[in-house]
């Protein structure tokens, strides 16, 4: 059974910039797409970014221009480097991966992964 495991929240002030990671107990992210989504107090969880695994990547508008999700299947590790924070972005933020393949194709059949999420709170 394949485990995701974020780490890199905290605390951070507004403008600041944090870098979290999700790194996989398994050698999947070289055939997943991996997805970041959030979720604030009080709203539903929404999609952040994703990743395919040839590197693509596509973000919500909100975070266009300050978030930069990468890769790095050697390492299991997907990462989401966060700049110019603001209070609208604190949420727990969870990694996903989906077994999509880099043209787009559910793989039915194969598992899902989701980890446990990290906390970001952005505040003076």
């Known amino acids: 059974q394949v485990q995701l495991v974020e780490s890199g929240g905290g605390l951070v002030q507004p403008g600041g910039s944090l870098r979290l990671s999700c790194a996989a107990s398994?050698?999947?992210?070289?055939?997943?797409?991996v997805y970041w989504y959030r979720q604030a107090p009080g709203k539903e969880r929404e999609f952040v970014a994703f990743i395919f695994s040839d590197g693509r990547t596509i973000y919500v508008d909100s975070v266009k221009g300050r978030f930069t999700i990468s890769r790095d299947n050697a390492k299991n590790t997907v990462y989401l480097q966060m700049t110019k924070l603001n209070t609208e972005d604190t949420a727990v933020y969870y990694c996903n991966a989906k077994p999509i393949n880099s043209n787009g194709f559910y793989r039915r059949g194969e598992s899902e992964y989701w980890g446990q999420g990290t906390q970001v709170t952005v505040s003076s």
């Open positions: 398994g050698s999947i992210f070289s055939s997943y797409a």
